[in-house]
């Protein structure tokens, strides 16, 4: 009896500290659930991204001017963001060629016989006249003789094109540099020949970069008389009195 009595009572004591068990917790809410309730909502009839869709596909049918606004405003901020990348690149490759061309001409130095013929009257001294005044310069002298070419074309290919007033005189204003430096620089026994030779290039250029210019005083027209049209037709109202009553 007493063995029964132990070991019901160890049993007992060994059920004490068995683990109670723990309730369970509620099922977690999904995530983003919320997300997905609106992307179903939206997709619904007459939601936001069902009708954003339907604008869409609509938008080639109805053309630029009647398609919905949001569209016109993303294609038109596109358009514009495409332009100004491409003027941004544009004007890269520009200031590049610009930047080559004018560091990759050959080096201007005083007499150095780069020309031949007639040309060279005028090329040399001015190539000699750029190189002795442009040592104190911040640029070297290949770049002011790029510059004084490029100046040349511009103003004979625009005055030709253009006919501006402004053009021409940059072109005047060339030629007269072209002389001076060419008079300065070449030697006395021949300046005289060699300063001729300038201002006949230059003049048969000009009449390519003045073309239309002429010195002949505009005559002002007096102005044409008003014209009036006019109505021989005239309507006049005559009122007749009324008979007398018997």
């Known amino acids: 009896m007493q063995s029964n009595d132990h070991t019901h009572g160890q049993n007992r004591q060994e059920l004490a500290y068995l683990p109670v068990p723990f309730p369970k917790a509620p099922p977690k809410e999904l995530r983003f659930a919320a997300l997905h309730a609106w992307w179903d909502t939206a997709w619904e009839e007459d939601g936001v991204l069902h009708n954003m869709w339907a604008d869409i596909l609509s938008a ?4 630029l001017r009647h398609m919905a606004p949001w569209i016109r405003a993303v294609l038109m901020t596109a358009g514009v963001s495409f332009a100004v990348l491409m003027a941004q690149a544009a004007g890269e490759v520009l200031l590049d060629a610009l930047h080559q061309l004018l560091t990759a001409v050959p080096t201007v130095q005083v007499g150095v016989d780069t020309s031949s013929g007639v040309a060279a009257v005028v090329d040399q001294p001015v190539r000699t006249y750029i190189a002795q005044h442009s040592a104190g310069l911040p640029v070297e002298a290949s770049t002011v003789y790029t510059l004084w070419l490029l100046t040349g074309l511009v103003g004979l290919v625009l005055g030709y094109l253009s006919r501006n007033n402004g053009v021409r005189a940059l072109w005047a204003a060339h030629g007269a540099a072209t002389v001076g430096m060419v008079g300065t620089a070449t030697p006395d026994a ?13 003049a048969s250029l000009s009449a390519f970069a003045l073309r239309g210019l002429t010195l002949r005083r505009r005559v002002g027209y007096p102005a044409r008389p008003a014209v009036t049209a006019a109505r021989p037709e005239v309507y006049v109202y005559v009122t007749t009195p009324a008979a007398p009553a018997d």
């Open 60 to 63: 080639p049918g109805a053309g």
């Open 190 to 202: 021949s300046r005289a020949v060699a300063v001729g030779l300038a201002v006949l290039a230059w």
